[in-house]
T-cell receptor, first 114, second 115 residues
Framework: AQSVTQLGSHVSVSEGALVLLRCNYS??????LFWYVQYPNQGLQLLLK??????LVKGINGFEAEFKKSETSFHLTKPSAHMSDAAEYFC????????????FGKGTLLTVNP | DAGITQSPRYKITETGRQVTLMCHQT?????MFWYRQDLGHGLRLIYY???????DKGEVPDGYVVSRSKTENFPLTLESATRSQTSVYFC??????????????FGPGTRLTVL
């Protein structure tokens, strides 16, 4: 069975500081990995995804994530936080060979302090 | 409007009543999904549909019914609402083609309160 663990339900950073949101997955085969962002009272929006190829993927709004197979991780980073980054972030996994099912982590709420 | 829309955005109902949440997408995506979002649980899949007239259960289907007579619509019905169904419901759809990793596009959500 696959699962997704996001470490830390709430992360608080100062504006301009590094953002690091952690995601680990459990899967017996390399999965496809996604990060979604949810702004208040809105639906989820795709930030970035890893499918195959380069393990460092860049997304929108300056975010990037690195797939590390040996660590079964897909942590999300941004070098310098902006106030507009305050939102909830979800890591999601789709097993290769599954054409529909996304398993989501429980989410990490990012707060950016001025 | 192009995209994926949900209605109503907010709904308050009483225990035992039937409630239908609507989802409409303009992209002609084959796949559509219903999720519920609850604190501490993230998003959980209720039902999904691979095409018109093809639906299947997800992780938490009990108490819900879906139908899909047209590609663009995917209504979710709570036949007899319970307080445990108080949640935020998201509809999503998925592009075709590269079927193994296409992203899902989400609607704005419906916040349902069952009293």
């Amino acid at each position: 069975a696959q699962s997704v663990t996001q470490l830390g339900s709430h992360v608080s950073v100062s504006e301009g500081a590094l953002v690091l949101l952690r995601c680990n997955y459990s899967s017996s085969v390399p999965p496809y990995l996604f990060w979604y962002v949810q702004y208040p009272n809105q639906g989820l929006q795709l930030l970035l995804k890893y499918t195959t190829g380069a393990t460092l993927v860049k997304g929108i709004n300056g975010f990037e994530a690195e797939f590390k197979k040996s660590e079964t991780s897909f942590h999300l980073t941004k070098p310098s936080a902006h106030m507009s980054d305050a939102a909830e972030y979800f890591c999601a996994v789709r097993l290769s060979g599954s054409n529909y099912k996304l398993t989501f982590g429980k989410g990490t709420l990012l707060t950016v302090n001025p | 409007d192009a995209g994926i829309t949900q209605s109503p955005r907010y709904k308050i109902t009483e225990t035992g009543r039937q409630v239908t949440l609507m989802c409409h997408q303009t992209w002609s995506h084959s796949y559509m999904f219903w999720y519920r979002q609850d604190l501490g649980h993230g998003l959980r899949l209720i039902y999904y549909s691979a095409a018109a007239d093809i639906t299947d259960k997800g992780e938490v289907p009990d108490g819900y019914v879906v139908s899909r007579s047209k590609t663009e619509n995917f209504p979710l019905t709570l036949e007899s609402a319970t307080r445990s169904q108080t949640s935020v419901y998201f509809c999503a759809s998925r592009t075709d083609g590269q079927i193994y990793y296409n992203e899902q596009f989400f609607g704005p959500g419906t916040r349902l309160t069952v009293l």
